[in-house]
């Protein structure tokens, strides 16, 4: 065993992440095929519970055998536990203990922690990793303790106290997953705790963790503030990542509310016959849900066709760096948006808020939203080969979702065939870890190779 562990410490950073994740879906997947784990009504083979060790770990929310009815209390800890480690990562849960016990971490292991976390730099590095981890569990508890006053009264102490749990849980991390039943959160769309502590605790999760502290520790400031001038001078102490992030997240929230509300308003099969307070919050939530959550509140199979369309582009956007959300992320698409308006308007750089950002990084997120495109309509490609009389809207919805790691489904996961839930395992682990993290952990990608310069040449575009 030591030397297993020898030798993993002597592998490329990306492979450990990598490998770290493969290590606990397989080792959830055997858990969850035991027979403690599962009700004695299950139906689930070995490959339901694969699929939904990858869904866990990758904290999508997409599921072949719906959780209530497969497994028992005790697998349902086990889903618990793999969701954790998957939003936070084995490595850095290992780590943090390993701090807490007052021992040392490797340089080389902080870099991996670093890389895995998204973290640009290693400054206050210790402290800021118990920290996540603190909070993380504080922000659950938090949640928890609210939805109680909910799910109690409807379920009783023992029941309704876990359930309450296991959802915060999960709608921190951003799986999507609960204990209820088969249509996810449709029978709590009236129920305005569910509807705002839900959403909160997916922003809260999506953001990242750099954005925490950093609004934390300029709260005191916020709180002092008497007029907008003041508040816009406080706002532009908040470093520029964090103010990214912010702004593209409100503007994400706020835009998929409008337009959902615009096709789904009269709908009677989705929002329309509710109040309209009942339609407001129904809207707020699947408006946050996007941000890769995977909970829903009314039924994705009643929605109009360019609901659909839409929700696809706002899941293939996600959430944000350094959280447990899933999706090209924000700040990534929003570079790509900088630099396709600085190449229209004639500017030779990308500039945000009066700064000037990096070529290599604006490079990188294109990239990135490049890969994440061609990987989605491979996967839609293939999907549509191994289900070729599935609409393709739903197929295309599905494959988003599951790269995004979001875990929305129009009811089709479990309808797919065994091909078409395989390309959708691949493509969760794919958006969970990202395809420069997979492609470089293959040798796909080496930034160490010397560049190559060549005579140049010329090639007519557009």
Not at 31 to 55: E, G, M
Not at 92 to 119: C, F, H, P, W, Y
Not at 198 to 208: A, D, E, K, V, Y
Request: some cysteine; glycine content about 10%.
């Amino acid at each position: 065993m030591r030397r297993l562990l020898d030798r993993f410490s002597f592998l490329p950073i990306p492979f450990k992440i990598v490998l770290s994740f493969a290590f606990v879906i397989l080792i959830g997947s055997f858990l969850l095929a035991l027979p403690i784990s599962q009700q004695a009504s299950s139906q689930a083979t070995y490959f339901d519970h694969l699929f939904t060790a990858v869904s866990m770990v990758c904290v999508t929310g997409l599921f072949t055998e719906p959780l209530a009815y497969t497994y028992t209390i005790f697998g349902q800890i086990i889903g618990l536990i793999l969701i954790k480690l998957g939003g936070l990562g084995l490595i850095t849960l290992v780590a943090t203990i390993v701090m807490q016990l007052g021992r040392r971490v490797s340089m080389k292991d902080e870099v991996t922690l670093q890389q895995a976390l998204n973290r640009g730099d290693m400054i206050g590095f210790r402290e800021f990793l118990i920290s996540v981890v603190k909070y993380t569990f504080l922000i659950e508890g938090t949640g928890a303790v609210f939805l109680s006053f909910h799910m109690v009264p409807l379920f009783g102490w023992a029941k309704g106290t876990f359930t309450s749990i296991f959802l915060s849980i999960s709608a921190f991390n951003n799986a999507g997953f609960d204990n209820l039943g088969t249509t996810s959160l449709q029978g709590f769309v009236d129920s305005h705790i569910v509807n705002i502590v839900i959403p909160l605790l997916i922003i809260i999760g999506g953001i990242g963790f750099s954005v925490w502290f950093d609004v934390a520790q300029n709260f005191k400031a916020f709180i002092a503030v008497r007029s907008w001038i003041d508040f816009k001078g406080r706002y532009r102490r908040l470093k520029l990542h964090t103010r990214l992030v912010l702004n593209w997240t409100i503007f994400l929230i706020f835009a998929a509310m409008v337009l959902f509300m615009l096709s789904e308003w009269n709908n009677n099969e989705t929002i329309g016959g509710l109040n309209f307070i009942g339609k407001m919050q129904a809207t707020f939530f699947q408006a946050v849900t996007l941000r890769t959550a995977g909970f829903g509140t009314v039924g994705y199979t009643h929605l109009h066709l360019f609901t659909i369309i839409f929700m696809t582009v706002f899941m293939f956007i996600g959430g944000s760096p350094g959280g447990t959300a899933g999706g090209a992320k924000t700040s990534t698409v929003a570079l790509v948006v900088k630099l396709l308006w600085a190449e229209i308007t004639g500017q030779q750089h990308v500039h945000y808020q009066k700064r000037t950002l990096d070529d290599e990084i604006v490079q990188r997120a294109l990239v990135i939203v490049v890969m994440f495109v061609i990987l989605n309509f491979l996967g839609l490609s293939l999907m549509s080969i191994f289900d070729e009389t599935v609409p393709m809207q739903y197929l295309f919805f599905e494959a988003v979702s599951a790269l995004g790691t979001v875990g929305l489904s129009a009811d089709l996961t479990s309808e797919l065939s065994r091909g078409s839930q395989t390309v959708i395992m691949f493509l969760m682990f794919i958006g969970r870890l990202g395809p420069i993290t997979i492609f470089t952990a293959l040798g796909l990608f080496d930034r160490k190779q010397k560049p190559k310069v060549y005579a140049s040449g010329n090639i007519l575009i557009g």
